[in-house]
DNA sequence: CTGTTAGCGCTTTCAC
DNA sequence: GTGAAAGCGCTAACAG
């Protein structure tokens, strides 16, 4: 029941064609013909967002015609799609997307959780995922758990609530229990690990060789003719940290070099506990001649208290890390690190999202390799 | 019209009060008490997310009622409360935001823009922004415009797409028009600029008093005896580069120091170019004694330059930065710097958003102050 | 205290 | 080709 605009009557009002793309409609009380653009409320309120019933309105269509012309649809008259595409480019029209997600239950986002993002390792998976992620449509929101369970497990709610289509995680250093993400794969929701993988849970992850890369990096320590060699390992929770303190222990054995027990470290890999470690070993009474640290920010501290303390590197003490941290070329000596592809890792994590999202493949893991770099902080050949 | 699960009947059904807190129902031709759980379709497909009506139709009650006692409404029964609350926990329930949001027409998300987040600002803003924030129930969502305006234009489209409440950004260094900003306020989104602010537009804004720093950093090296002074420059398209670049200028001038205009470069703030500029300038017939970087990242591309060159700092060259990235305190020698709030930045754009949400309060810049941090790359003294 | 109804903006049958 | 109607999950009047 269309309402003529000036007389308020509805009877007495019939089509009468349509003119521009817009149905009109003639009023025989008023004799006067109109639009239903001309029925529309007086001005609508500014923090109002232009929808596609808007352009309906202003064009005499239904919304469902403005819906299928704006997504290209084929059964379109090519005059209606021309003109609710210009009508949509001038009025500046975006689609909302919670509706869109509301009746596709598909959100287009996808969550990343990360246990922080100060240095270069985490950021620079971000930078790779979103790149891949952005190409196809989807976005990133990206939580920091902060190595903290809780905060862990409250994110993952959130992004839940936000429904997002996966997620990306690498979790923290305290999620000994792991239901939120089971329910998760209950759910059916895509759940890619990236270097800090769950192994009791059977998803998608991402990862490098980094048993292999810390064997020789310490083969490589070994072999510079540093016997007595210390680690500084992450916590054990984390399968990284247990892989590459496993890697450090083989190749002592292997190379015939009894375990001291003094020379190996866990810690919570906060800088501050870097730094006390560091000091720690140094000032043993028989000081390590080269430690393997399990990342860079932590070999960094080791310099940077070895250099405080006057010893001189790679002479007195050598230095390995792990991910070659922008840092490592800069810092003098340079640090001996090595390498793993961080910014591909992003992008394998993300490229696995998409590859199983609708399509159920089964859990896949990639694995990523390392490389050793070598630096004058434990060659002198450098 | 409740139907009987055993008969199929409609008309025989009758209420028969409330038994733990469900609905029961009496079907006169079968003889048999029902709730509405049992007319549930068959186990629901796995991919569906619990709602209220899920939860509504387990307890016999309406789904407002759920939606109120989930939201803890005072006008509920306790017992109500209580059982929805407890199936809601057991059932996993989470609230779909994206119907929140459609129905409120607000998403509890706001945008941020930066150029990248390769270096230590960006993330750091990030960090604090994200604090603040997410206790104040709203997520982060990030976008790169990797220095392009054509992206720039994209994520502002893609965000509002995703109807966020809000949006934090940093221009880049290309954004010369500034429509798509413009159709932001007309729509009375609150957008809040940080660091790098555009001055054409009337928003809230978020700064360091960059005039003042710079002119102190350029003045501790007129100080510490330094005359021929260089400044490399960030694109002058950005009024922090101007801002940096003219107290560069006026305290030359201020000293009665003539300006060489062979001493001023602009660039595009990429490590590249950073790096040939800087060996540019320690390559001139006549090299500056000192040179003032537009930022940290370029500092250190001058001083791994001069190091390459075996040209000693401060003796032959001295350099100053501006941030305080961590690196400034690893390189050596230690890069002197302004130090800017940067988590601070990003927790008072965040605040500013906040404020401003709901209340529109008036543009307002706030200013945060600087700090010249004194390292070896200028003075022998430390 | 609780249920009913309408509607947020969009897609998707099902008709014509 | 196009329109009408239903529905995604939720909140918000408006009745009782």
């Known amino acids: 029941m269309i309402r003529c605009p000036k007389c308020q009557q509805v009877d007495a009002v019939t089509k009468a064609g349509i003119v521009r793309g817009k149905q009109r409609y003639f009023c ?53 799609r021309e003109a609710v595409m210009e009508l949509a480019q001038q009025l500046d029209y975006q689609p909302n997307l919670l509706a869109y997600g509301l009746v596709k239950s598909q959100s287009n986002m996808v969550g990343m ?49 936000s429904r997002v289509d996966g997620l990306l995680v690498s979790i923290t250093s305290q999620t000994n229990n792991v239901e939120h993400f089971r329910a998760l794969e209950k759910k059916g929701i895509p759940l890619v690990f990236f270097n800090r993988i769950c192994p009791e849970l059977d998803t998608h992850r991402v990862v490098v060789d980094d048993y292999a890369g810390a064997f020789r990096a310490v083969q490589h320590l070994i072999d510079q003719g540093y016997r007595r060699i210390a680690h500084i390992a992450g916590p054990p929770s984390l399968l990284v940290s247990r892989l590459r303190q496993q890697a450090y222990l083989d190749a002592l054995e292997q190379a015939g070099i009894p375990f001291d027990p003094e020379l190996l470290i866990s810690y919570d890999l906060t800088d501050e506990k870097a730094r006390i470690y560091a000091r720690y070993l140094l000032d043993l009474p028989q ?14 501290q080791v310099i940077l208290a070895a250099k405080a303390r006057g010893i001189c590197i790679p002479d007195e003490l050598a230095v390995v890390g792990f991910s070659d941290d922008p840092i490592s070329a800069i810092i003098e000596p340079g640090l001996t690190t090595v390498a793993q592809p961080v910014y591909e890792m992003g992008r394998t994590a993300a490229r696995l999202f998409l590859e199983t999202v609708g399509t159920q493949t089964a859990p896949t893991t990639r694995v990523l390799q390392t490389e050793l770099i070598v630096r004058g902080s434990s060659s002198r050949k450098i």
Chains 1, 2 share one sequence.
């Open 113 to 161: 959780i990360v246990p922080e993002f100060r240095h270069y390792f985490f950021p620079e998976v971000i930078i790779g995922a979103q790149e891949v992620l952005q190409a196809a449509g989807y976005n990133l929101m990206i939580c920091q758990s902060n190595e903290s369970y809780q905060t862990e497990v409250a994110n993952v709610k959130a992004l839940m609530s």
């Open 28 to 80: 025989k009380t008023c004799a006067a013909h109109f639009t239903l653009a001309d029925t529309a409320p007086p001005a609508a309120r500014s923090r109002h967002q232009v929808t596609i019933v808007d352009i309906a309105r202003e064009l005499g269509i239904s919304k469902s015609t403005v819906s299928r012309a704006l997504r290209g649809q084929s059964d379109i008259h090519p005059g209606t």
């Open 287 to 300: 000081p390590p001649e080269a430690i393997f640290a399990v990342n860079d920010p932590t070999a960094i």
